[in-house]
């Protein structure tokens, strides 16, 4: 089935980032989408084979690692979300083309704090595609480890002659099977659990063990998401991201672009999810007319119209203010909220257009489905940034004297 790209999704991009989105555009469609029914595709995400085969043709068609520039400059990132809208076209969009997560926020974080013997050592291959990497921060809740609450942080980095031994359990770690980069965070104080450090750690490690892969609903990233057990892992000085005991404010460099990438790499799986349904809807008949006539459906519809455009405004005022300077911890927040649940109300709305097709997986609109229901959770749940968002109110008022 062949449908019609999205046209002018986004804020006016610049003259370079036009020209790599319709490549990345193009790719997508053309290459990546027919990959989607592959039977490499797993419940834990594409094999390490499927995600090299995308990568290599990403590579031959010159639209791999398309945020970064020759010589290692970043887009902006409003030229950034033009671009990784087109790359979520398909959920195989962002690992061909190396814009998925974790990997487009850690080299956003190394390209920031990394020092240039790390780049070398450790961003260079993940740029280029050669590997993946994973960010080794939740824990498991059971043991009340770090979630949405980082201060919880219970993995300790202890001073072990000329290096640091590193202790402790890891949950929901992204693309830790099969990552040959890995950037641990870790308590460097002792009886201070709001003080923590960053790490560089090539993969695999004999002290960093995969204990399970957890079944989850989304099945996008490859190697899944898994609970680690480190155990004795010992690193050298020169394997500390940064600064000792500033990985919590790191953590914040990296964590407002992320959760904004992810919002845009989403956007482009709705947009498709729109499509689908769409061309469901004016080729399907019930009751006599198509369905799209109906008007409960012909709204749902035009309700994802107006959601798709909400959610494109949402994320490139967010990206503006990013490109200004500041941290965006406040704006992203409110863009993770809104973008989240605005692509979760429009995949529905396709689900349900789309009727019993829409909840196999014959179409793509079942998974999108899935993916974005996930997205309202991690990068933190809805409820810890409006619970965020709540306080800097407070806090904003009081301060003004009107409380």
């Excluded at 290599?56 to 010589?71: N, Q, S, W």
């Excluded at 061909?96 to 961003?123: I, W, Y």
């Excluded at 099969?178 to 450090?197: C, F, H, N, P, Y």
């Excluded at 999810?273 to 006599?288: D, H, M």
């Amino acid at each position: 089935m062949t449908t019609q790209p999205p046209s002018n999704i986004g804020h006016l991009p610049t003259e370079r980032a036009h020209a790599i989105g319709k490549r990345v555009e193009a790719f997508v469609r053309d290459v990546v989408i027919p990959y989607e029914r592959d039977p490499r595709c797993g419940p834990h995400g594409p094999s390490e084979d499927l995600v090299k085969e995308l990568r290599a043709k990403a590579r031959e068609a010159g639209v791999l690692t398309p945020h970064i520039l020759d010589g290692g400059d970043h887009l902006t990132q409003l030229e950034t979300a033009h671009v990784l809208r087109f790359s979520g076209l398909s959920t195989l969009g962002p690992t061909a083309v190396n814009t998925a997560a974790p990997d487009e926020g850690n080299m956003f974080l190394l390209g920031k704090v990394a020092s240039p013997a790390q780049k070398e050592r450790f961003l260079a291959k993940v740029v280029s595609g050669e590997a993946r990497s994973a960010f080794f921060m939740t824990e498991p809740a059971d043991e009340g480890g770090a979630g949405s609450d980082p201060s919880m942080l219970q993995t300790t980095a202890v001073r072990d002659g000329d290096g640091w031994l590193i202790n402790g359990r890891k949950a929901f770690i992204t693309g830790a099977v099969g990552a040959s980069v890995g950037i641990v965070m870790a308590r460097t104080s002792t009886g201070d659990k709001t003080t923590a450090t960053m790490f560089l750690v090539d993969l695999p490690d004999p002290a960093i063990r995969v204990e399970r892969v957890l079944d989850t609903i989304d099945s996008s990233m490859p190697g899944g998401h898994a609970v680690v057990l480190i155990d004795n892992l010992k690193v050298a000085d020169d394997q500390v991201l940064g600064q000792v005991d500033e990985g919590f404010r790191y953590a914040q460099v990296r964590l407002s672009p992320a959760r904004l990438s992810h919002c845009m790499r989403w956007l482009g799986a709705a947009v498709r999810s729109q499509e689908i349904a769409t061309a469901y809807a004016v080729r399907r008949k019930a009751f006599g007319k198509l369905l799209v006539d109906h008007e409960g459906v012909g709204f749902m519809l035009a309700e994802n119209m107006i959601d798709l455009k909400q959610a494109e405004l949402m994320i490139d005022w967010c990206a503006t203010v990013l490109d200004s300077g500041s941290l965006g911890t406040t704006e992203s927040s409110m863009t993770k909220v809104a973008v989240s649940d605005l692509l979760f109300r429009i995949a529905d709305r396709c689900v349900q257009v789309m009727g019993g097709t829409g909840v196999t997986r014959d179409s793509i609109v079942e998974q999108v489905f899935r993916e974005v229901r996930a997205f309202r959770i991690y990068d933190g749940p809805t409820e810890v940034h409006k619970w965020s968002l709540a306080k800097k109110i407070k806090r904003d008022a009081l301060g003004k004297g009107n409380g």
